[in-house]
Nanobody, 127 residues
């Protein structure tokens, strides 16, 4: 059973930056695609970014393309989300998830493809 722990959130002014981290344990991290999702108050959990198990082929939601960067360190069982040029609409709880399927060729934007959700980390962007 995989366990994921997100960290790195906080309060930041618009235009600022944050780097989120997700620590994974419980299975061979390097064999699974990883993704970040976010959930704003009163809204559904939405896709943010995903990265292939090998570290390539990052995919981003249109709303964060060019501002956010997903990366992973398979030696450390970590995945990161560098967030730049933050906007108030980025305010949400951010979660990382791990693909349910071993070495999938493509990442997915569907929440149902991922599991192992942690408690999330709160990101608040003030205007």
């Amino acid at each position: 059973q995989v366990q994921l722990v997100e960290s790195g959130g906080g309060l930041v002014q618009a235009g600022g930056s944050l780097r989120l981290s997700c620590a994974a344990s419980g299975r061979t991290f390097s064999n699974y695609n990883m993704a970040w999702f976010r959930q704003a108050p009163g809204k559904e959990r939405d896709f943010v970014a995903a990265i292939k198990w090998s570290g390539g082929n990052p995919d981003y939601a249109d709303s964060v393309e060019g501002r956010f960067t997903i990366s992973r360190d398979n030696a450390k069982n970590m995945v990161y989300l560098q967030m730049n040029s933050l906007k108030p609409e980025d305010t949400a709880v951010y979660y990382c998830g791990t693909d349910r399927i071993f070495r999938m060729i493509k990442t997915s934007r569907l929440q149902s493809r991922y599991d192992g959700w942690g408690q999330g980390t709160q990101v608040t962007v003030s205007s």
